[in-house]
């Protein structure tokens, strides 16, 4: 296994654009979890998932926010009518139920909205 | 987030110990954990301590609980310049992370 994969790895958008990323996920781990990080700050959580239940939603995150994880494998993170705002790393993890929580995390997603 | 705090920089010269301190909220976490992150790389999970421990030594980090004062912190021994980057704490079972402390190493 190659670890938690995120595409795409750059995304440059304008204002009021829609994207979507797509984070896989160790296969065996059935915990998905999304953060979004900016410069000099920690990783801030937006939401995670057991299989496609999605069990936690921050509650910062904006309407414009939305997430799936149809059939409990890959998942995807929408954005709509973008912000210069939003501009961000949008970071991926997975975890396995009894192993302590422990995350593994992907490369990111950097988001550049122009 | 939730107002994990961490002070922003520290720097130490190679081969002493670092001590990285982190402040934390909540009082259910089950785990708390810290991570590294690298310049270009992603969070990598460095260690974890399970709330009924104190201490939890693992190679050259011992990690030290005080769930009276929510104190958490990470003591690195014989620092490396490898170990120059970003270190987190996180509290809630790894949902919630500090801003970070950049460890930087002088050679």
């Known amino acids: 296994d190659t670890g938690v994969s995120q595409n795409p790895r750059h995304k440059i958008t304008k204002r009021g654009q829609n994207v979507t990323f797509r984070c896989d996920p160790i296969s065996e781990h059935n915990r998905l979890y999304w953060y979004r990080q900016t410069l000099g700050q920690g990783p801030e959580f937006l939401t995670y998932?057991?299989?496609?239940?999605?069990?936690?939603k921050s509650r910062l995150l904006s309407d414009r926010f939305s997430a799936e994880r149809p059939k409990g494998s890959f998942s995807t993170l929408e954005i709509q009518r973008t912000e210069q705002g939003d501009s961000a790393m949008y970071l991926c993890?997975?975890?396995?139920?009894?192993?302590?929580?422990?995350?593994?995390f992907g490369p990111g997603t950097r988001l550049t909205v122009t | 987030g939730e107002d994990v705090e961490q002070s922003l920089f520290l720097s130490v010269r190679e081969g002493d110990s670092s001590v990285i301190n982190c402040t934390y909220t909540d009082s259910s976490s089950t785990y708390l954990y810290w991570y590294k992150q690298e310049p270009g790389a992603g969070l990598q999970l460095l260690t974890y301590i399970f709330s009924n421990m104190d201490m939890k030594q693992d190679q050259r980090l011992t990690v030290l609980l005080n769930k009276k004062d929510k104190h958490l912190s990470l003591r690195i021994a014989d620092t490396q310049t490898g170990d120059s980057a970003i270190y987190f704490c996180a509290e809630k079972n790894g949902l919630f992370f500090g801003t970070g402390t950049r460890l930087t190493v002088i050679p």
């Open positions: 998932f057991q299989n496609e239940a999605q069990l936690e």
């Open positions: 993890a997975s975890s396995q139920p009894g192993q302590n929580y422990e995350q593994y």
